[in-house]
T-cell receptor, first 112, second 118 residues
């Protein structure tokens, strides 16, 4: 039973570029959440997708956008990259409100 | 807005001993969930234990147990018989139990780095 998978593992971009990160939820899960974890910090909630719609959003600018596909997989897009966007991006999936979220290994994004 | 505070950036314990990690939180809600997650160098966030606020009994998972003090808004994690594999960053997290779908965001503390001394 595959857990949450994220791709790519590492990514290096330059300022001003755009990036897309991908997440496949754990089998049977229908809700996907994205978190940004800066070095030495706890994860910060970006947004959550359920039924292909953004249901809740954290305090992140519109440069951060996402999408959920009919198979429940999800993408995180970041435009106009800034040096401060360098972080570990974690995807988490869950089945319903009663169950805890399961996390992937994350994508390490470095901005030069 | 809810906040989670972990006041111990680093802790260390001798192998086979017991260690307690502290967490406090602030919320005006009465119904919520609290979690402890472990993040080893492999980066994956692994659920250690969870507590429902409406339950008075403290949660226990094998060597891991919590001391949940709702009135004090305190949620500490006790690790008994510490093992080398317990070395990791430990994060305390809060989640509201109110609202409909989509109100499931986790609010994390800044973490405690636990070192196990052989």
């Amino acid at each position: 039973d595959a857990g949450v998978t994220q791709s790519p593992t590492h990514l290096i971009k330059t300022r001003g570029q755009q990036v897309t990160l991908r997440c496949s939820p754990k089998s049977g899960h229908d809700t996907v959440s994205w978190y940004q974890q800066a070095l030495g910090q706890g994860p910060q909630f970006i947004f959550q997708y359920y039924e292909e719609e953004e249901r809740q959003r954290g305090n992140f600018p519109d440069r951060f956008s996402g999408h959920q596909f009919p198979n429940y997989s999800s993408e995180l897009n970041v435009n106009a990259l800034l040096l401060g966007d360098s972080a570990l991006y974690l995807c988490a999936s869950s089945l319903n409100r009663e169950q805890p979220q399961h996390f992937g290994d994350g994508t390490r994004l470095s901005i030069l | 807005a809810q906040t989670v505070t972990q006041s111990q950036p680093e802790m260390s314990v001798q192998e086979a001993e017991t260690v307690t990690l502290s967490c406090t939180y602030d919320t005006s809600e009465s119904d919520y969930y609290l979690f402890w997650y472990k993040q080893p160098p492999s980066r994956q966030m692994i659920l250690v234990i969870r507590q429902e606020a409406y339950k008075q009994q403290n949660a226990t998972e094998n060597r891991f147990s919590v001391n949940f003090q709702k009135a004090a808004k305190s949620f500490s994690l006790k690790i008994s018989d510490s093992q080398l594999g317990d070395a990791a960053m430990y994060f305390c997290a809060y989640r509201s139990a109110l609202g409909g779908f989509g109100n499931e965001k986790l609010t994390f503390g800044t973490g405690t780095r636990l070192t196990i001394i052989p």
